[in-house]
């Protein structure tokens, strides 16, 4: 790795993750002398960029999920396009093989972004021992690396997974995401505890690859932050693909015995107990802001760890900065890269730059696909917000029963008052890329009927988010109003 020359920076991004990185390169790009210090190491005990995002999120499950939907199909849908197969089988060697490459040429691309954009980077565990000094040691042996001085500093140091005590992580029975992406064959049973963004991805993979898969969540209700309709068409659509999604049930114990773990979990008829091949723990993540700096610095966090910050994500001391999943907000990638622009920017003395946290994009990567942005129809009417609400099946879309891809539906809520648009949900394949469109309506502050007058071509799945603002105002043409 390149030696960082300089020991007095501009700019110090602690954290290379999407936050982290994204933050440094518009520094750099900025003018500011920036060094970036992250303590990764990959498989092979090499240091590497991206974060979790690109080494053990994102990248490696969306890589994942790619490869077991193309099995899946190859298994159940060729047939119906005339296409035979004599024999069909997995390499899950070769599976995961393609995935490090990916996630491999990802984040090398990261060293090259630095490069061109001259951030400096260091590799190592960074301290911030005054307001204005960073000290970097080795992560294994603790030996003090480096002492620098910084005039602003950002801090990007992500999550981690939240541990259950019930269920304490053991080797290769008991594991965290991170394992779950790289089980050498297909287990029988998967048990997975929460039935959130990493229990339902990662389920998927392993389901569609042959795993018996059960997910234990314990919240009643199923993905509670999205539109109740659609959380209820998904959850449908995934348990008949074989995720035996149990709401309502509360973990109690989870034991390895004669290599398979034994769960007891408790929900409204009692106590049950499922064995398990392997168990997923997926019930959230916590912010790492432990051991980075001294509480006489003065930089808040609250009960969570997460570190407070403003608006311009400052800590309570100005020129120490905090963006990504170390702080408050949804623990998504492109958050913290939105963030780490606002606050270069904002360090340049661009003080208009800010982030819009109404308008940030979810996407579970199941298959349908669930996205969404902006309010659900029960928010509105809490808020005691008058709506129009317009949806458009994809059954009834050309291109989605040429795909055969005619599960799902877009749903978009507009102010009864103004007809602009509040939310947009969507079930669907392809739903994480038709969900950018209404990203950009809502941030220009489309209404419902400006999205109604755009023209989309034929035959594509964005033609149904045309109907579905044609529908807000009864006007849809290719369903029933
Ligand atoms: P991170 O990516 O966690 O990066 C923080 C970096 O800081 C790490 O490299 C860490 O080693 C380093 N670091 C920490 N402490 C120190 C220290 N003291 N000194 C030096 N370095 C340090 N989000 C999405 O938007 N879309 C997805 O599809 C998606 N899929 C996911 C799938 C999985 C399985 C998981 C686990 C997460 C997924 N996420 C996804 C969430 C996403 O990965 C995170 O929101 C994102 O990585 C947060 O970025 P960050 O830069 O804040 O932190
Ligand atoms: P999550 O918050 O999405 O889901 C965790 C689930 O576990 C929740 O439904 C919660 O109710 C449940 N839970 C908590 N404690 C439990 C217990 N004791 N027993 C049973 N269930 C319990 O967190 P997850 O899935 O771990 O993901 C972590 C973060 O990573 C999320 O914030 C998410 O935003 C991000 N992520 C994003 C993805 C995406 O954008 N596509 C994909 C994967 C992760």
Same mark, same amino acid.
């Given at each position: 790795?390149? *030696?960082?020359?300089?020991?007095?920076?501009?700019?110090?991004?602690?954290?290379?993750?999407?936050?982290?990185?994204?933050?440094?390169?518009?520094?750099?790009?900025?003018?500011?002398?920036?060094?970036?210090?992250?303590?990764?190491?990959?498989?092979?005990?090499?240091?590497?960029?991206?974060?979790?995002?690109?080494?053990?999120?994102?990248?490696?499950?969306?890589?994942?999920?790619?490869?077991?939907?193309?099995?899946?199909?190859?298994?159940?849908?060729?047939?119906?396009?005339?296409?035979?197969?004599?024999?069909?089988?997995?390499?899950?060697?070769?599976?995961? &093989?393609?995935?490090?490459?990916?996630?491999?040429?990802?984040?090398?691309?990261?060293? +090259?972004?630095?490069?061109?954009?001259?951030?400096?980077?260091?590799?190592?565990?960074?301290?911030?021992?005054?307001?204005? +000094?960073?000290?970097?040691?080795?992560?294994?042996?603790?030996?003090?690396?480096?002492?620098?001085?910084? #005039?602003?500093?950002?801090?990007?140091?992500?999550?981690?997974?939240?541990?259950?005590?019930?269920?304490?992580?053991?080797?290769?029975?008991?594991?965290?995401?991170?394992? &779950?992406?790289? =089980?050498? *064959?297909?287990?029988?049973?998967?048990?997975?505890?929460?039935?959130?963004?990493?229990? =339902? $991805?990662?389920?998927?993979?392993?389901?569609?690859?042959?795993?018996?898969?059960? =997910?234990?969540?314990?919240?009643?209700?199923?993905?509670?932050?999205?539109?109740?309709?659609?959380?209820?068409?998904? *959850?449908?659509?995934?348990?008949?693909?074989?995720?035996?999604?149990?709401?309502?049930?509360?973990?109690?114990?989870?034991?390895?015995?004669?290599? #398979?773990?034994?769960?007891?979990?408790?929900?409204?008829?009692?106590?049950?107990?499922?064995?398990?091949? #392997?168990?997923?723990?997926?019930?959230?993540?916590?912010?790492?802001?432990?051991?980075?700096?001294?509480? $006489?610095?003065?930089?808040?966090?609250?009960?969570?760890?997460?570190?407070?910050?403003?608006?311009?994500? @400052?800590?309570?001391? !100005?020129?120490?900065?905090?963006?990504?999943?170390?702080?408050?907000?949804?623990?998504?990638?492109? #958050?913290?890269?939105? $963030?780490?622009?606002?606050?270069?920017?904002?360090?340049?003395?661009?003080?208009?730059?800010?982030?819009?946290?109404?308008?940030? !994009?979810?996407?579970?990567? +199941?298959? !349908?696909?669930?996205?969404?942005?902006?309010?659900?129809? $029960?928010?509105?009417?809490?808020?005691? /917000?008058?709506?129009?609400?317009?949806?458009?099946?994809?059954?009834?879309?050309?291109?989605?029963?040429?795909?055969?891809?005619?599960?799902?539906?877009?749903? /978009?809520?507009?102010?009864?008052?103004?007809?602009?648009?509040?939310?947009?949900?969507?079930?669907?394949?392809?739903?994480?890329?038709?969900?950018?469109?209404?990203?950009?309506?809502?941030?220009? @502050?489309?209404?419902?009927?400006?999205?109604? =007058?755009?023209?989309?071509?034929?035959?594509?799945?964005?033609?149904?988010?045309?109907?579905?603002?044609?529908?807000?105002?009864?006007?849809?043409?290719?369903?029933?109003?």
């Amino acid at each position: 790795m390149a *030696k960082a020359k300089n020991e007095k920076w501009d700019v110090v991004v602690i954290g290379a993750g999407p936050a982290g990185y994204v933050a440094a390169i518009r520094c750099a790009q900025l003018g500011f002398k920036t060094l970036c210090i992250d303590e990764w190491i990959d498989h092979a005990g090499d240091s590497s960029l991206g974060g979790t995002c690109l080494n053990v999120g994102c990248i490696p499950s969306k890589a994942l999920l790619e490869s077991s939907h193309l099995y899946q199909l190859a298994r159940s849908d060729f047939e119906h396009h005339g296409i035979a197969m004599s024999s069909l089988d997995i390499n899950v060697e070769a599976m995961l &093989a393609r995935k490090d490459k990916v996630v491999s040429d990802l984040t090398d691309g990261i060293r +090259t972004l630095f490069k061109a954009n001259g951030v400096s980077e260091l590799h190592g565990r960074a301290k911030i021992t005054a307001l204005d +000094t960073v000290v970097i040691s080795d992560r294994k042996t603790r030996k003090k690396i480096k002492k620098v001085k910084a #005039k602003n500093i950002i801090i990007a140091t992500g999550s981690s997974p939240i541990r259950l005590q019930q269920a304490m992580i053991q080797d290769d029975y008991i594991i965290d995401s991170a394992a &779950a992406l790289e =089980l050498d *064959k297909v287990p029988q049973r998967l048990g997975i505890v929460g039935a959130g963004a990493i229990g =339902l $991805e990662l389920g998927s993979v392993w389901s569609r690859l042959g795993s018996e898969v059960v =997910l234990l969540e314990a919240m009643k209700d199923f993905l509670p932050l999205t539109d109740r309709k659609l959380s209820n068409i998904a *959850k449908r659509s995934l348990m008949k693909q074989g995720l035996d999604i149990q709401l309502n049930s509360r973990m109690i114990e989870a034991r390895v015995k004669n290599n #398979k773990v034994h769960v007891v979990y408790e929900d409204r008829n009692g106590e049950h107990k499922e064995v398990f091949d #392997k168990l997923v723990i997926a019930v959230g993540r916590k912010p790492n802001s432990d051991r980075l700096f001294g509480e $006489e610095l003065g930089i808040e966090t609250d009960e969570r760890h997460t570190i407070m910050v403003n608006k311009k994500c @400052q800590t309570s001391v !100005p020129h120490i900065y905090a963006i990504g999943d170390v702080v408050r907000g949804p623990m998504l990638a492109h #958050k913290g890269s939105e $963030e780490g622009i606002m606050v270069a920017e904002n360090i340049a003395g661009n003080n208009h730059a800010e982030v819009d946290y109404d308008l940030v !994009p979810y996407v579970i990567y +199941t298959h !349908p696909e669930i996205a969404w942005v902006g309010k659900t129809e $029960e928010e509105c009417k809490n808020a005691g /917000i008058k709506t129009n609400v317009g949806s458009f099946p994809f059954a009834a879309s050309g291109r989605a029963r040429a795909m055969a891809e005619i599960e799902g539906q877009v749903k /978009i809520i507009a102010d009864a008052e103004t007809d602009r648009v509040l939310g947009v949900h969507i079930f669907s394949a392809q739903a994480s890329e038709l969900i950018a469109q209404a990203v950009l309506m809502m941030e220009m @502050q489309a209404t419902a009927e400006d999205m109604a =007058l755009t023209m989309f071509a034929h035959p594509t799945m964005s033609e149904s988010m045309h109907e579905a603002a044609l529908s807000v105002h009864g006007q849809a043409i290719h369903i029933k109003n």
